[in-house]
């Protein structure tokens, strides 16, 4: 009996410590895989920054009047929420000045009804209330199809440019089969119609508002 | 899959890795990303050699590990192992080659789930030599890299009639040149580039692999039933 007893408490022990010896294996790799990372990502931190920043400084600079301007845009946002921006998000405004003047301001808004989801847009606004440019930032949409909102595919996107609320009224902002004044893509009436939308309601948003986006200090980008 | 280590010599895993056990084309390992990132030829090889090179990291940690490897933690160590590669790749990626981190998306992250590098992990790295490894490791992920590349060559061309578009996301300005133009994308088929395009081609691939297969066999019947009967008792 005792004999029996004590192989088992044995065996017991053992698995205890073999139950022990994996978790401490475990966690030591655990700690060294962060480790690892932490030091891989702390090098490569502000590259990847710079390179975010590259990119959407070209998109800011595809939508704004870029030789008019004195400031750079990148550095001087507002961050605003509003449902006409298409997303309960907060998104950021770009703004740029000359001479202290304001001269345009650049919108990060979402189509929420694309074909495939949403549709990211950066679209450039003139203070007099003119498009000044749209360019796609991020979208899902059909190869080959809805992708010729892409400025690269096609220059569908180049329709907006000097359009604003003054020249076209409410009733025209939709494609020419409904009586608008846009052509759609081929084949793709739902992503064209998404993004004729999304630009109304950002010249709507900024009509609202541009006595707001023009007079508020400037905010520092949330991190 | 418990038989003990054994020699193999390096040409036939090389042969294993490229033809006769091919991950993409016979064990059909990593189809999500096969299908969904294969649309040109550029993102094919971009994801071909992130994955290359993780399961190269993966399987030279663990089989240099592998005496220190208990039963019941190897599993959970190998997936950290292969977590902490994809993770440093990903970063790496995004740092440097921002246009191709941005292109490949979500798939780059999900390299991670690819059971090709799971597998070889657990199958051949940890009772292997780090030699061996590492030359199982280079010669799957070539394999894969292949498939990949061929299949996005192959629906880029159908698709939009070109070859290389988006290279300089890999290879900087300069490589803008490199893209050749066959037809105008107006032309291309465009099932090529959606999803059911990638089925069709990765299917018309394997059947040529197979005919050729079925060809090297009747040409020697004796060699054949011997490769048959190693690739059962692999499985």
Not at chain 1, 138 to 157: A, F, M, Q, V, Y
């Amino acid at each position: 009996m005792t004999n029996i007893s004590t192989k088992n408490h044995d065996r017991a022990s053992a698995q205890a410590s073999l139950a022990s010896r994996s978790a401490l294996t475990l966690a030591s790799f655990v700690v060294l895989a962060l480790l690892l990372l932490i030091l891989v990502y702390s090098a490569n931190r502000s590259r990847i920054q710079a390179s975010q920043r590259t990119l959407l400084a070209t998109s800011i600079a595809d939508v704004l009047p870029v030789e008019s301007i004195d400031n750079q845009p990148l550095d001087d946002l507002l961050l605003v929420k509003h449902s006409l921006l298409g997303t309960t998000e907060v998104m950021p405004v770009y703004r740029a000045w000359r001479d202290n003047k304001p001269v345009a301001a650049a919108l990060s808004v979402v189509a929420p009804d694309g074909y495939s989801g949403s549709i990211y847009l950066l679209i450039g606004i003139s203070a007099k209330g003119e498009v000044t440019g749209v360019r796609v930032l991020e979208h899902r949409e059909t190869p080959g199809i809805g992708d010729k909102i892409e400025l690269s595919r096609s220059n569908w996107i180049m329709g907006f440019n000097t359009q604003s609320l003054d020249k076209l009224p409410a009733s025209e902002w939709r494609t020419t089969r409904i009586g608008g004044k846009f052509d759609a893509l081929t084949g793709a009436t739902i992503t064209s119609s998404a993004i004729i939308a999304a630009v109304y309601d950002a010249l709507l948003w900024f009509s609202l508002h541009e006595g707001l986006v023009f007079t508020k200090a400037q905010q520092l980008p949330l991190q | 899959m418990n038989s003990p280590p054994t020699k193999t010599s390096i040409a036939s895993l090389w042969f294993d890795g490229l033809w006769r056990q091919n991950p993409g084309l016979v064990k059909l390992l990593g189809l999500c990303p096969l299908l969904a990132v294969s649309n040109t030829t550029i993102n094919g090889l971009a994801l071909g050699i992130a994955t290359l090179l993780t399961l190269l990291t993966s399987n030279l940690f663990i089989s240099s590990l592998r005496h220190h490897l208990l039963p019941s933690i190897r599993l959970p160590l190998e997936v950290l192992i292969i977590a902490t590669a994809v993770t440093t790749i990903e970063i790496m990626m995004a740092a440097w080659l921002p246009g191709i981190h941005a292109a490949l998306g979500i798939f780059l992250p999900l390299i991670v789930t690819n059971c090709l590098i799971l597998g070889r992990a657990e199958a051949f790295a940890s009772r292997r030599s780090v030699a061996a490894a590492a030359h199982d490791a280079l010669a799957m992920g070539c394999g894969f890299l292949l498939v990949l590349v061929l299949m996005g060559a192959t629906r880029e061309l159908i698709g939009q009639g070109t070859i290389l578009s988006g290279a300089h996301m890999l290879f900087g300005v300069t490589a803008n040149a490199w893209t050749i133009h066959l037809f105008s994308a107006d032309h291309g088929l465009l099932l090529a580039l959606l999803p059911p395009g990638a089925f069709i081609v990765l299917g018309l691939i394997l059947a040529v692999k197979n005919l050729i297969d079925a060809r090297l066999k009747t040409r020697s019947a004796g060699f054949a039933t011997v490769d048959r009967l190693d690739a059962t008792i692999i499985h």
